[in-house]
């Protein structure tokens, strides 16, 4: 798979772990998005494994770089990925 930087500009402001292995995610645009983890717990178990748990996936949190979210091993989504099939939802529900 080939990997090109992400860079317009956009940050993670909020996350906020939801139901059924979605997390909900702010951005500095304003853009609020609900994300679901769910195909990478399908794509690559062995890696997404802890992710499972209900207690790991509350733990997730805003990379350092700022761009993306992350789990506490290391498991992260890119952040045009993030971004880019985040559905959106009313930040006012």
Same mark, same amino acid.
């Given at each position: 798979?080939?990997?090109?930087?992400?860079?317009?500009?956009?940050?993670?402001? /909020?996350?906020? /772990?939801?139901?059924? %292995?979605?997390?909900?995610?702010?951005?500095?645009? $304003?853009? !609020? $998005?609900?994300?679901?983890? /769910?195909s990478y717990l399908e794509h690559?178990? /062995? =890696? @997404?494994? %802890?992710? =499972?748990?209900?207690?790991?996936? *509350? *733990?997730?949190?805003?990379?350092?770089?700022?761009?993306?979210?992350? @789990? +506490?091993? $290391?498991?992260? !989504?890119?952040?045009?990925?993030?971004?880019?099939?985040?559905? +959106?939802?009313?930040a006012a529900r």
């Amino acid at each position: 798979m080939c990997s090109r930087e992400w860079d317009i500009g956009l940050d993670v402001v /909020a996350v906020c /772990a939801d139901a059924n %292995h979605t997390v909900v995610v702010t951005w500095t645009d $304003g853009f !609020v $998005g609900r994300f679901d983890v /769910a195909s990478y717990l399908e794509h690559c178990p /062995a =890696l @997404w494994q %802890h992710v =499972l748990d209900a207690g790991y996936f *509350q *733990q997730v949190r805003i990379a350092e770089t700022g761009d993306t979210i992350e @789990w +506490p091993e $290391g498991q992260d !989504v890119a952040p045009e990925t993030l971004y880019e099939q985040a559905i +959106p939802i009313d930040a006012a529900r």
